[in-house]
């Protein structure tokens, strides 16, 4: 349940148990577990994500994003890459830009602090019986 995207971080969606006043809620919510060269991250604070050990982490699969876009799988990987170190250029000089993901969410840096806001609709997509406590969670 976990996608690593190399020189950025981990995606994965962990099962969260809340203890509420009357029931306890158990729902699944996205995290983000940054993993970026510390170099580009001096000054910025981050979260710190962790994500449970029994998760299946899986690579990013350069083939099936190359069947959504038609292009090859090695031009997926280069560009993957290429934009990653941008990314990464960007932060260590202080540019601090938005990444997006299209329908996951946003990776962003506002003073000083680097970090990952789910869309809502990814998030309700994850969670389909307790939306609510899943949104207010993340």
């Known amino acids: 349940q976990g996608v690593l995207v190399p020189g950025l971080g981990t995606f994965a969606?962990?099962?969260?148990?809340?203890?509420?006043t009357e029931e306890v809620y158990v729902v699944r919510r996205p995290v983000f577990q940054l993993d970026m060269d510390m170099s580009c991250l001096q000054e910025l604070v981050f979260p710190a994500v962790m994500?449970?050990?029994?998760?299946?982490?899986?690579p990013l699969d350069y083939w099936w994003l190359s069947q959504t876009n038609s292009l090859p799988p090695d031009m997926v990987r280069?560009?993957?890459?290429?934009?990653?170190?941008?990314?990464?250029?960007q932060l260590r000089t202080r540019q601090c830009p938005a990444f997006t993901f299209e329908n996951i969410g946003i990776l962003s840096c506002q003073d000083n602090v680097l970090c990952m806001q789910?869309?809502?609709?990814?998030?309700?997509?994850?969670e389909s019986r307790?939306?609510?406590?899943?949104?207010?969670?993340?």
């Open 118 to 126: 789910f869309h809502c609709s990814c998030i309700a997509g994850l």
């Open 51 to 58: 994500i449970p050990g029994d998760i299946e982490i899986m």
């Open 130 to 138: 307790n939306i609510w406590v899943a949104l207010l969670l993340t």
């Open 78 to 89: 280069g560009c993957v890459e290429e934009t990653i170190l941008l990314y990464s250029f």
């Open 13 to 20: 969606v962990v099962h969260e148990q809340i203890n509420g």
